[in-house]
């Protein structure tokens, strides 16, 4: 009965994602996701009480917000690069479109203060951002506290420039999304090489 129980949360989180990332956070309703989930939606209520909740579960379940996430530790201990890693995620995310449109669906419409989203985007870049900050910092030795206000600068235009790919390649699947945060990439470590070496 447990199996049944987490496919269903799986299914209508699957459902929710693609949803939201069509239409948006107000563009669907919690009966219409039960409905392309094929599940009745008393089944959706029980699993996650209210529209909000579904939402940050669907968020939570793929963009952790913290510091400590795998990522951020394996650059701290030195076992990969930041660069190395942002090509990683542009990867896996190029497999699954639905995701990377229900993420930055949400990152647009949590612009709006209101939007039950943004808090969550506010708390995971931050979090992010100075995870990687202090994680590339230490695996480089840099200890200056200005050097490291480049490298947070670094991470930020970093992953502004991932984002904006993103939608790009979102509205024209040619757009080559890994080959342009390759890019980014090459010029982030570059750009850490230098910071670490002057």
């Not at 995870?131 to 590339?136: C, E, L, N, Q, S």
């Not at 890994?178 to 230098?194: K, N, T």
């Amino acid at each position: 009965m447990a199996l049944k129980g987490e496919q269903t949360r799986k299914t209508v989180l699957d459902t929710a994602i693609e949803l939201f990332g069509e239409r948006g956070y107000g563009g669907c309703s919690l009966s219409q996701i039960a409905k392309q989930a094929g599940i009745v939606q008393s089944a959706v209520y029980h699993h996650f009480g209210t529209k909000d909740n579904l939402l940050t579960e669907a968020l939570e379940s793929h963009y952790p917000r913290s510091a400590t996430r795998a990522d951020i530790q394996a650059i701290h201990r030195g076992e990969t690069t930041f660069s190395e890693e942002i090509v990683r995620v542009t990867v896996s995310n190029a497999a699954d479109p639905h995701l990377v449109k229900f993420f930055s669906v949400m990152i647009g419409e949590s612009l709006t203060e209101a939007h039950p989203a943004a808090a969550f985007f506010r708390e995971r870049y931050s979090a992010v951002t100075s995870g990687m900050t202090d994680a590339i910092a230490h695996a480089r030795g840099i200890a200056d506290a200005t050097k490291i206000k480049e490298i947070e600068l670094l991470v930020r235009s970093t992953f502004g420039g991932m984002d904006g790919l993103q939608m790009q390649w979102l509205r024209d699947p040619g757009v080559d999304l890994v080959g342009g945060v390759r890019l980014l990439a090459r010029m982030a470590a570059a750009e850490i090489d230098r910071i670490a070496t002057s």
